[in-house]
């Protein structure tokens, strides 16, 4: 079995495939400072849920962080605990994606990997919508290489800094509102994020396929309220797993 751990800035995400076939997955809160062993600790307790051991049956870890300190604690940890080197996607490593951008060096990890599994299953041109802390937009074109994007705060990000930045406003729950015309605060602040970031995602992505031309298949993936996705009028395809399939798919291109 492979291990493949998606590593963001609030959570993260461990997938467990046999083969392609992801069969096991957990999200966490991430922690940049646990240290190797307890993040040992922490992914025994994952496997032991589903009967399974950390010493046993995973062959390999492939890793897409963004942030360094748990990069490296995921690295001595797979030494420790797995007995594997796992391949970290960082500035060198092969990925099979050809990148065009003006220092690659800059890219997330999560970018990467979304755009390796967008080309594979989805061809080009395609747009991937990943919601999380940001939301990020990453760009294939029609010959399957990267050619940029753009990044926006994530709903969760703008709602919590804009109820921290006043008085009165309450912390919400990102459901889906009754109406766009809200009768009260609450209904108003769901409002507000559901439609503006509705709104935000369709503005983006429309813009970014009138520049890539007919036949763009945009993909959203990411931790996010269903209540936006409904909202939103551009995305064909949501998969909360394309981050993990494009780490796994990356393992392939190393040990295919």
């Known amino acids: ?55 046993e049956g995973v062959r390999g870890m492939v890793v897409g962080s963004v942030v360094p300190t748990v990069t490296e604690a995921l690295r001595s940890m797979a030494h420790r605990y797995l007995n594997v080197v796992p391949i970290v996607i960082e500035p060198g490593v092969r990925t099979g994606l050809a990148i065009h951008h003006d220092n690659p060096r800059d890219l997330g990890a999560d970018r990467i990997a979304n755009a390796v599994a967008a080309v594979q299953l989805f061809g080009g041109p395609a747009v991937v919508v990943d919601f999380g802390t940001a939301i990020s937009f990453d760009v294939i074109d ?3 290489r990267f050619i940029g994007g753009a990044i926006a705060p994530g709903v969760g990000t703008a709602v919590d800094a804009l109820v921290e930045r006043t008085a009165r406003l309450p912390t919400i729950e990102i459901d889906a509102p009754a109406e766009v015309v809200a009768t009260s605060t609450v209904g108003a ?3 507000g994020a559901v439609f503006g970031f509705a709104g935000l995602v369709d503005g983006i992505v429309t813009r970014m396929s009138q520049r890539l031309g007919p036949g763009v298949t945009v993909v959203s993936t990411g931790n996010v309220a269903t209540s936006v996705l409904e909202a939103c009028t551009t995305l ?3 998969d909360p797993w394309l981050t993990l399939k494009g ?10």
């Open 1 to 55: 079995m492979l291990m493949t751990i998606d590593a963001g800035n609030s959570t993260t995400v461990v997938g467990l495939f046999n083969g392609d076939e992801l069969i096991h997955h957990w999200r966490v809160s991430t922690a940049p400072r646990r240290p190797p062993d307890e993040l040992g600790i922490l992914l025994a307790g994952m496997l032991a849920t589903v009967d399974l051991r950390l010493d």
């Open 142 to 144: 029609g010959s399957g």
């Open 189 to 191: 602040l769901r409002s």
């Open 236 to 238: 064909d395809h949501h």
């Open 247 to 256: 780490l796994r798919l990356v393992w392939e291109h190393h040990h295919g």
